[in-house]
């Protein structure tokens, strides 16, 4: 269909910015920051139309630019040449989840000399996604995946750190989202995709298997969060950082729900597929996810992630840095969104030049993201061998 302009014709040139999915969980929060920018111009493209529409509409007050809408289906057969008469110099891919999904979007973009941006956090996608770089380079595109929680912003915060330890050993961090916060079916499907399977984790110096939302257990987060139940979480970083910080001798990574019956429940869920009575809970997403959204208003809308670093300091003593990221009001859903928000402000000012396909390790500063959710309900707070 015809790229349909929402607003009047702004006489400057922004920076057109598509956003695949711009009006689901994620994608609407990156549409209505990016919005606010005056040298971007914000493309709402997606399978549903009347929904990217009725965003437009909804944020026509407060977007600077012209907001555009584009019918895009990802998979089409000529979704290179959708993307290229939508005058887009930037794609920002939002429609997970991307466990299931290969390469066709990034490709696209490539082909088209567009620069692409993903938030992907499954571990093979992002793993595989160098098979791009030669094209991309060839082609003069930025193409970055996992512009989200982890890899951007893990790898931000031990960036941060990494100096204060002379040896950094162990890494263990996890996320936990208030049960009040928006869900998508993406989401969901992305965490049964690996529930009761087995995947490798770097531990005490070794490829080990676990078991996906196993090893359920209680941590204590800072106030208001409180204690919370995690299990084991299956994400790119448990490869990119064996790769990139060779000194560490564990990598655990975990996530949770707040409710604890709706945490337990998925955890029993999982020995389905664990003893294979099940083959993939991911096929069962839709019902759980209808499941989960009759008991949205109960819990809170408080969330928060955190990183524990350890290792040996530069006088030769234990060194224990804990990270932690607290979000109240609701915000915690914009947590996923920064990164991917960083970079596109980066690329649309020139700041990020370096062509080629990779993984968003090391790409933005634990600083610009604090910058960046300034004026939303997000904070953190740092204990040290505590």
Not at 66 to 87: H, R, V, Y
Not at 107 to 117: K, L, M
Not at 288 to 295: A, E, K, N, P
């Amino acid at each position: 269909m015809d790229l349909k302009d929402k607003q009047s014709t702004n006489k400057q040139s922004p920076y057109p910015i598509l956003i695949i999915g711009g009006y689901g969980n994620f994608g609407k929060k990156i549409t209505e920051t990016l919005a606010k920018e005056a040298n971007i111009q914000v493309i709402i493209a997606g399978r549903n139309e009347r929904k990217a529409e009725a965003l437009a509409k909804q944020l026509s007050t407060t977007a600077i630019n012209p907001l555009k809408t584009l019918a895009l289906e990802i998979n089409s057969a000529d979704i290179s040449d959708q993307l290229s008469i939508s005058t887009a110099k930037l794609v920002i891919h939002t429609s997970g989840p991307f466990q299931a999904q290969g390469y066709n979007v990034a490709e696209a973009c490539i082909d088209a000399g567009i620069h692409y941006i993903d938030l992907a956090d499954g571990r093979l996608f992002v793993e595989g996604f160098e098979s791009l770089n030669d094209q991309a380079q060839q082609q003069s595109v930025i193409a970055i995946t996992g512009a989200s929680s982890v890899p951007g912003l893990s790898s931000a915060v031990i960036e941060h750190y990494k100096s204060r330890f002379k040896s950094l050993q162990e890494l263990n961090y996890g996320i936990a989202p208030g049960n009040q916060t928006e869900r998508g079916e993406a989401t969901v499907k992305a965490i049964l995709s690996y529930s009761g399977l087995n995947f490798k984790r770097w531990q005490d110096n070794r490829w080990q298997d676990v078991r996906g939302w196993q090893n359920t257990h209680r941590h204590n987060f800072p106030s208001p969060i409180g204690s919370r139940w995690l299990a084991n979480c299956d994400i790119p970083d448990l490869t990119l950082f064996q790769q990139r910080y060779p000194g560490l001798e564990s990598i655990r990574f975990y996530a949770g729900l707040e409710l604890s019956f709706l945490h337990l429940g998925l955890w029993s869920l999982s020995y389905l597929a664990r003893f294979k009575f099940i083959k993939n809970l991911a096929r069962y997403s839709r019902p759980l996810t209808l499941i989960s959204t009759w008991v949205q208003q109960l819990g809170s809308d408080v969330g928060g992630m955190y990183m524990e670093l350890r290792g040996i300091n530069h006088k030769n003593e234990p060194q224990r840095i804990i990270w932690n990221l607290i979000a109240e009001s609701g915000d915690g859903p914009y947590i996923p969104t920064i990164a991917s928000i960083i970079l596109a402000k980066k690329i649309a000012k020139g700041q990020l030049s370096e062509t080629g396909a990779q993984a968003c390790v090391g790409l933005f500063t634990l600083e610009e993201f604090t910058k960046e959710v300034e004026n939303w309900d997000i904070h953190q707070q740092v204990l040290e061998n505590d």
